[in-house]
């Protein structure tokens, strides 16, 4: 247990967490080397092995570290403002789409990274990442659940259901992002499912 | 240029081929050895050697490798026997479902894993996999110009556009089911992406 952690090694723990969400990123969960994080972090290796125990002792931690800046993000955004819940919900895809500028690391999914390469190799690590990528869909499901009460909207599809496929769209769009080197197709992919959730609620497809 | 190659060879080419997809699949591209290859494959690192100047030089075939594998499934596949092009489109979708099948590393996407991996660190290899999965998406472009057609639909996306996102939804319910640890999840987003083709090509949305 931690009794006391001064500025300077906070910072220093912190720092290796953001280099983390930054290297893993660009070049993938196994190519990250604890030499890369350090040098991005700017820290020695003496520092790192007084946070953590290794790589993966970091990587656990990183993606709490990561859910709970998405987190913030995410619970601070205007979208939750609009009265309409349907409104939200594609106010929240506009979010989406408002986020992915810069480089590709910068707005591609850290917890989505992991899980890709990492699933049967790290399940512990994992997991986090499924509790980070699913705690963030249920987010969406209370908007959901009342647009689908509030349009009168009979389903075989659940709110839980839908609030995941939103997140299989956007961690698909990315990697189609990373193939064509560019945003603009994964904005593509946000507009069908912008188009597809409008023509879910729409009172022509009512049952 | 390889004048002559004995069938013995090809074999351990082809079997070196085979086993960079089943274990790419399983571990991911960077985590994936040389000597995991060879011994997947039962073969030795002569013979790997023999064959191929690097690991990068083997992965560059084994995308060329998948594709061709992937290419002729599809290919094959009943659903161009449909005479309605938005049914060759939906029957399409429930073929990839179909393929949902066994453990994850089996009907998971070999190209959809390295690009989200390497595709700052291997772009030579990634561009190979864009190619596959734009090449895959380009099949079904004929399809969706058909079914605008035939329906009337005047449309804001193209038909490109549309056949790209198709591949950002399966290659994002690849991430939900590593996530989850099933195909369930997958096959969800799947069911959710036939809706939206049901919708967007519905009469009552016309335009």
Chains 1, 2 share one sequence.
Not at 156 to 185: D, N, P, R, Y
């Amino acid at each position: 247990m931690v009794i006391f952690v001064s500025d300077k090694q906070q910072d220093s723990r912190t720092r290796l967490l953001d280099s983390a969400l930054r290297v893993v990123r660009a070049k993938g969960y196994s190519a990250t080397r604890i030499d890369d994080l350090c040098s991005d972090a700017g820290v020695t290796k003496g520092s790192f092995f007084h946070h953590f125990r290794s790589k993966d002792d970091l990587m656990l931690s990183a993606v709490g570290h990561w859910d709970t800046m998405t987190g913030n993000l995410f619970a601070q955004a205007p979208y939750h403002h609009l009265d309409d819940p349907l409104e939200r919900l594609l106010a929240y895809l506009e979010f989406r789409k408002d986020l992915l500028v810069g480089d590709l690391p910068n707005f591609t999914c850290f917890a989505g990274m992991i899980t890709q390469e990492a699933y049967e190799t790290r399940p512990e690590i994992v997991a986090a990442c499924e509790r980070s990528i699913s705690g963030h869909a249920a987010t969406l499901e209370a908007d959901i659940r009342e647009a689908m009460s509030l349009y009168g909207i009979q389903a075989e599809w659940s709110a839980e259901g839908l609030a995941l496929h939103t997140q299989a769209v956007l961690q698909g769009a990315f990697i189609l992002a990373k193939a064509k080197g560019g945003a603009a197709i994964a904005a593509e992919s946000i507009d069908h499912l912008v188009r597809y959730l409008k023509l879910l609620f729409s009172t022509h497809n009512q049952t």
